[in-house]
């Protein structure tokens, strides 16, 4: 939920954003700030897409099980290893 207020002679728009951290922008007008409150609440509202591709993704997360593998390997030798 998104709030416009006036804080020391400027208008305030308090929102949280996408990840739900909580943000505040400044503006100098009234109309500004309305404007800026009433676009945060449409960008809430859409739907959001992925900010990375998932084959890379995928990969990452593939490379690390592989280092996971070696190093339990290393560490507990071939009876830690689950094929």
Same mark, same amino acid.
């Given at each position: 939920?998104?709030?416009? #207020?006036? /804080? $020391?002679?400027? +208008? &305030? &728009? !308090?929102? /949280? !954003? %996408?990840?739900? *951290? *909580? #943000?505040? &922008?400044?503006?100098?007008?009234? *109309? @500004? ?5 009433? @676009? $945060?609440? #449409?960008?809430? $509202?859409?739907?959001? #897409? ?7 993704? +995928?990969?990452?997360?593939? %490379?690390?099980? @592989? ?8 560490? +507990?030798? =071939?009876?830690? &290893?689950? =094929?």
């Amino acid at each position: 939920m998104a709030c416009v #207020r006036k /804080r $020391r002679e400027k +208008w &305030v &728009v !308090d929102y /949280r !954003d %996408s990840w739900g *951290r *909580r #943000r505040w &922008v400044t503006c100098r007008t009234k *109309r @500004e700030a309305d404007t800026l409150c009433a @676009e $945060r609440q #449409r960008e809430a $509202r859409q739907a959001t #897409r992925p900010a990375v591709d998932p084959d890379v993704v +995928w990969g990452k997360l593939a %490379s690390m099980a @592989e280092g996971a593998r070696i190093a339990s390997k290393r560490f +507990w030798g =071939n009876a830690a &290893v689950h =094929n």
